[in-house]
């Protein structure tokens, strides 16, 4: 039953969002506005469906790889429309729709996400808070990224706006992706009894950390060097999708204690 709920959402998120991610076309700039509340009525109706999941499982929906990337959607969605109204970037705003699409299409083929089932290390009420903030900061960071994208596509390398919004994109995400590092030692603690072990992923989310770290280094120091700032943010979140869900497809997975999230 829930796997068919979770269809209806797809295809109904899927008709009110696909005509957003045409913002880009000039002629239809008239219609902004109703692409807009389209938009928006999504993001409400992706709120809804997460509530109702929440009371389904029995738990918060932030557990299994494929419920943080309903988050995800939600979340890169939310911002896309923040930064809409602030900068009224529509482009923006399209790009942050067709990720968030791919997300939800990704959970479609394969909604063995609404599982009920959860390994004991998933009770930790650490947990919790530590998926809560890296699904921020990866929202964030990929709304960043999107700018980067956005500047080698139009050949801009060299815009300040573009940059400047990056950068405080940035450097938000990078708080909460402090945040998750820290909380996830605590649960890491909690539930195996060390802080640290070098896990796979723990290893890749602090490649990770210290690849977003060189970027503001290089911002600090080079400020004038945009391109290689944008070229950063893009290797940077590529590692990113690596650390999330990439880790569970290299050959020493199966030596990770994070191989649940391979759903």
């Known amino acids: 039953m829930i796997e068919v709920s979770y269809a209806t959402l ?29 938009a928006v009525l999504g993001v409400i109706c992706l709120l809804g469906y997460l509530f109702n ?11 299994t790889l494929g419920e943080t990337r309903l988050w995800y959607a939600f979340l890169l969605t939310l911002a896309g429309l923040g930064v809409y109204a602030y900068y009224r970037l529509a482009w923006f705003l399209s790009y942050s729709l067709a990720m968030s699409l791919l997300f939800l299409f990704i959970n479609f083929r394969h909604q063995e996400v609404f599982d009920k ?6 009770q930790s009420p650490w947990f919790i808070p530590h998926v809560v903030v890296y699904i921020e900061a990866y929202a964030l960071l990929a709304a960043a990224t999107l700018v980067a994208l956005r500047a080698f596509l139009k050949k801009d390398l060299m815009g300040s706006e573009n940059i400047q919004i990056a950068d405080r994109l940035v450097r938000l995400g990078y708080a909460f992706l402090m945040m998750g590092l820290v909380f996830g ?3 890491a603690k909690e539930a195996w009894g060390h802080y640290w072990t070098w896990d796979p992923k723990e290893t890749w989310a602090l490649i990770t950390w210290l690849c977003y770290l060189i970027y503001l280094h290089v911002r600090y120091y080079y400020s004038e060097r945009t391109n290689i700032a ?6 940077s979140f590529l590692i990113l999708l690596v650390a999330w869900f990439g880790v569970n497809y290299l050959p020493n997975a199966n030596l990770s204690v994070h191989t649940y999230g391979a759903s």
């Open 10 to 38: 797809f295809f109904a998120l899927l008709v009110l969002w696909a005509p957003g991610v045409m913002l880009l076309a000039p002629k239809l700039k008239r219609f902004h506005k109703i692409f807009i509340a389209f």
């Open 53 to 63: 999941l929440w009371h389904y499982l029995g738990r918060p929906p932030f557990r």
């Open 117 to 122: 089932t959860l390994m004991p290390a998933l």
């Open 185 to 187: 030692a605590w649960w």
């Open 230 to 235: 944008y070229a950063f943010l893009l290797i």
